[in-house]
């Protein structure tokens, strides 16, 4: 299964990446993360990474430290 939670990646675009619309959508990914993981099973492995960081002003696309650096979990 492949999912894209564009939540996180809109409330930047539209606010910027400080502030309390990226937190809650942040928020709001980690709880679905939190359900996926309560209902996998043992043979099951998830992993989780961003296409890309972003500015503090909300943009991408560039070679800055903030827009290249971004996350990977394993589970």
């Not at 299964?1 to 619309?21: F, L, P, Y």
């Not at 002003?57 to 394993?74: I, K, P, Q, Y």
Request: net charge negative; no cysteine; proline share 0%.
């Amino acid at each position: 299964m492949i999912v894209h939670a564009i939540g996180v990646d809109s409330a930047g675009h539209t606010h910027g990446s400080q502030n309390e619309h990226i937190e809650r959508k942040l928020r709001d990914t980690e709880l679905m993360l939190e359900e996926v993981i309560a209902r996998m099973d043992n043979q099951t492995t998830l992993i989780v990474f961003g296409d890309h960081g972003m500015t503090q002003d909300g943009n991408h696309g560039g070679g800055s430290e903030l827009e290249l650096r971004t996350v990977l979990f394993a589970y």
